[in-house]
């Protein structure tokens, strides 16, 4: 079975949402968090009411905060614990970032 491409739901989504969602790293950052596993599937949309989506930075349970001190992350679910083979960076985050904005602007 062959899979077709997602269509957009218009021209301006796309750079609208890379641009909420560097806004929204760049948040939690200058919090001292880092994500470290940013990807498509830890995006959430959101219907506003002129009927376009906003994005929103989810599934932050593996994430990683100076405040706790270094290799400890924010309280994760009890059912899941991510396990990472590599070390959180910023540059871990700004990877996921720019690979999200390339599936951002081509849907795969």
């Known amino acids: 079975m062959a899979t077709s491409?997602?269509?957009s739901t218009s021209i301006t989504q796309p750079p609208l949402w890379c641009r909420q969602l560097a806004e929204a790293l760049d948040d939690i950052h200058?919090?001292?968090v880092l994500h470290s596993d940013l990807r498509p599937a830890n995006l959430?949309?959101?219907e506003t009411a002129l009927g376009a989506r906003d994005?929103?930075?989810a599934d932050l349970g593996g994430s990683v905060s100076e405040e706790l001190g270094e290799g400890l992350s924010l309280p994760d679910?009890?059912?899941y614990s991510p396990v990472f083979e590599w070390q959180?960076?910023?540059f871990l985050d700004?990877?996921?970032m720019a690979s999200t904005f390339y599936t951002i602007h081509t849907g795969w």
């Open 77 to 79: 679910s009890p059912f």
């Open 30 to 32: 200058s919090r001292g």
């Open 44 to 46: 959430l949309t959101h």
């Open 94 to 96: 700004l990877f996921g």
């Open 88 to 90: 959180s960076s910023v």
């Open 55 to 57: 994005l929103l930075l």
């Open 5 to 7: 491409k997602p269509t």
